[in-house]
């Protein structure tokens, strides 16, 4: 069974409603203008609005939104920007830090941790291949995944077989 980030989300959106709580609310309206933004190329737009969301989750003390809106900085530096160091440099500081006690249950974690394994892999696969195991082991191990993510390990998977 497959944990979906996105649900979590909006279950976190309706429960702050209920609580009349506008600034927890806000977190996820910052999600949705970014995500708009991002739809439209408009990077440097969906790149703010994901780092004032990022400040606001720190404020609020909400580490799994932290880590959600700072992964998709870095996702949008990769995917979006083809800027592959800056995207690297940052999924490595959110991967870093989601080992972290106060991130142990966030539901971003795994795709994190296989972003940067992707990463690691397109840069020098045998440069890094220890670190791509690590990674995939402890996603494999204890983390929950969203079904995208675990299509991309499986993918990075066959990836690592054929190399050798």
């Not at 996820?28 to 991002?38: C, D």
């Not at 932290?66 to 995917?79: D, G, K, Q, R």
């Not at 394994?117 to 397109?122: E, G, I, S, V």
């Not at 440069?127 to 299509?151: C, H």
Request: glycine share 2%; net charge negative; charged share 30%.
């Amino acid at each position: 069974m497959f944990v979906d980030i996105w649900r979590w989300c909006r279950e976190y959106d309706y429960q702050a409603q209920r609580e009349g709580n506008h600034q927890k609310q806000q977190l996820m309206q910052l999600l949705i203008q970014a995500e708009r933004y991002k739809d439209r190329t408009q990077l440097d737009a969906a790149i703010s609005f994901y780092d004032q969301g990022r400040e606001l989750a720190k404020s609020l003390n909400e580490p799994c939104w932290e880590l959600l809106f700072e992964s998709l900085i870095a996702e949008t530096h990769v995917y979006y920007r083809a800027d592959k160091k800056k995207g690297l440099d940052t999924m490595i500081r959110v991967a870093t830090r989601s080992y972290q006690p106060a991130y142990e249950y966030c539901l971003m974690r795994a795709r994190v941790l296989c972003n940067l394994a992707a990463l690691y892999f397109q840069r020098d696969f045998f440069g890094y291949e220890d670190k791509i195991r690590e990674m995939l082991d402890v996603i494999q191990s204890d983390i929950p995944l969203d079904e995208d993510t675990y299509l991309r390990m499986r993918q990075l998977e066959a990836d690592f077989h054929f190399e050798h």
